[in-house]
Structure formats: structure tokens, C-alpha cells
């Protein structure tokens, strides 16, 4: 999809922020495949993106919610038994939204659904440029986890920096997708730069290589983003299969080094020219 065509539904997400957090200081947490729209809905009413790792245990994640003072919980229906089982534990005024079916929701809790029928325009902006879009937590492998707090400022020139011949060089002509979570690092900033490149989505039905390669040749992707442990595995696969990537002409890993075996073979064989 492009950008501009997700207008709509950011005018949606928009609205149920503003509805819900009306101060600043107020977070909206998430983590589903219209993270893209709510990236810039919540931010766009001047509250905090605060993304959440599903797969922390139970206790940081309720830690996380509290510690943030979250006002409003986008979840997608594939998590509604988490949620069902943090609920007691979540601040009392944070709200519910369920990104799918109502009907998944059980009786228990009370939830909202984002219409897909048309409301008044959501004027978005203006914000402070020091003011916070987004809000991440650790995993707390060294005590309880602890927050990092976005700017406007530095999300923008991250997004710059993102699109420099000599870093990712993400343009137009791409379809990016990109394999590290939305909730980690907001995606290595991918939702941000441009407004008219190509999203060819977020890789969430399945990490092995057959799934990868299959996304990849079906939506054109030339740029992914991801750790060394991905795209051994997806080696893997091209290898085994004597298989060569069409599109994909760029890889980015990060997390840990990259064996050097492994990018020579993407470079070598995998990969477009």
C-alpha cells in the first residue's frame, strides 16, 4: 500500500486516540499490522505511541502498562486471552480497542472497535518538536524494564538519515518490509520515512524461509530489515532449494555481527543485482 492511501483509517485511529487521551503525557499502547495507521494517528493527536512486547512475561508487561499510565490498549483479537488474563492487574481507566471482530472480545471486559464507517476530518498537528511520538521499554533483562522516550525531532531526522544513499537509501521505488517486530525500537524507525515508498507490510504470518521468500516475490520486496538469526534461516532455505530473490536487492541486520560467510552468500547468490 501507499501512504497516502492510509489516510482513512489514520483519520480513524485518530479519532479514537483523541477521544481517549487528551493530554500529552497521555500513552496509547499497540501491536498489530495497523501499527503503520497508529503510528501516526496517536502521535498526530499530540499522545505517546507506546508499543508493547506480547511475548515479555505477564508481570512486565503489567509492570510496563502501569509504569506508563496507558490510557488506551490497541490489541489485536489474536492476544484478547492476554489481555482477558492482565485485565485485573491494567490501570483501572485504560481503555480497550480491538483491532478485528468485536465478537472475539469475551463478556468479561469492555472493549472498542475502530469503525470503518466515515467521521468528521481529524486535524492532525501541530506538535512540539520536542515532544514525544513514541515510547519503548526495555525487556527488562537487567531489573524492571525502562522506558526511551521518543522526540519528534529525532524521529524525523532518524527518517532522514534512513533515506541517505549512504545508509538504507529507502526511496519511492521501494517495497520495504520489514522483519524485526513493530515494537522493537519502532521497527528501526521503518513506519517514518517518505510518504509515497511502497509498505509491503510487516512479516507477522511466519518467519521460516519458505514464508519469507513467498511474501518477498509476491508484493516486489527490495528492501527487508531484520536480525543475523532471520536471515540464517533464510539462507537456508535459497540454498536448499537453489533459489534466487527477484526483487530484494537490499538486506539490513542488526542486534549482533553478521557472519561474513552469509553475506557473501547473499550477495553472491541470493539476491538481485
Not at 13 to 35: F, K, M
Request: hydrophobic share 40%.
Amino acid at each position: 500500500m501507499r501512504k497516502q492511501n492510509a489516510a482513512p483509517a489514520i483519520g480513524e485511529g485518530a479519532a479514537a486516540a483523541r477521544d481517549r487521551t487528551r493530554r500529552p503525557d497521555r500513552h496509547a499502547g499497540l501491536e498489530h499490522h495497523r501499527h503503520f495507521e497508529l503510528y501516526y494517528a496517536i502521535s498526530g493527536v499530540g499522545a505517546v505511541c507506546h508499543t508493547i512486547n506480547p511475548r515479555l512475561f505477564d508481570e512486565q508487561i503489567v509492570y510496563i502498562v502501569n509504569h506508563a499510565r496507558d490510557r488506551l490498549l490497541f490489541v489485536d483479537t489474536t492476544f484478547v486471552p492476554l489481555i482477558e488474563r492482565l485485565r485485573p492487574q491494567l490501570p483501572a481507566d485504560c481503555r480497550i480497542v480491538l483491532l478485528g471482530e468485536a465478537e472475539a472480545a469475551s463478556r468479561c471486559w469492555p472493549a472498542m472497535t475502530i469503525s470503518s464507517r466515515p467521521r468528521a476530518p481529524i486535524s492532525l498537528g501541530p506538535n512540539s518538536t520536542n515532544g514525544p511520538p513514541a515510547l519503548c521499554y526495555t525487556s527488562g533483562t537487567t531489573g524492571k524494564p525502562k522506558g526511551a522516550l521518543y522526540a519528534h525531532r529525532s524521529t524525523v531526522l532518524h527518517a532522514f538519515a534512513l533515506s541517505m544513499p549512504d545508509a538504507t537509501a529507502v526511496s519511492a521505488r521501494d517495497a520495504v518490509c520489514p522483519v524485526v517486530p513493530m515494537f522493537h525500537a519502532c521497527a528501526w524507525g521503518c513506519p517514518i520515512p517518505r510518504d509515497d515508498r511502497r509498505e509491503a507490510g510487516n512479516a507477522r504470518a511466519g518467519l521460516d524461509g519458505a514464508s519469507l521468500y513467498e511474501l518477498f516475490e509476491t508484493e516486489g520486496v527490495t528492501l527487508s530489515l531484520g536480525v543475523p538469526t532471520i536471515w540464517l534461516g533464510f539462507e537456508a532455505y535459497l540454498a536448499t532449494n537453489n533459489l534466487r530473490c527477484t526483487s530484494l536487492n537490499r538486506i539490513l541486520s542488526g542486534g549482533s555481527a553478521v557472519p561474513p560467510a552469509l553475506i557473501d552468500a547473499f550477495e553472491n547468490r541470493h539476491v538481485s543485482p
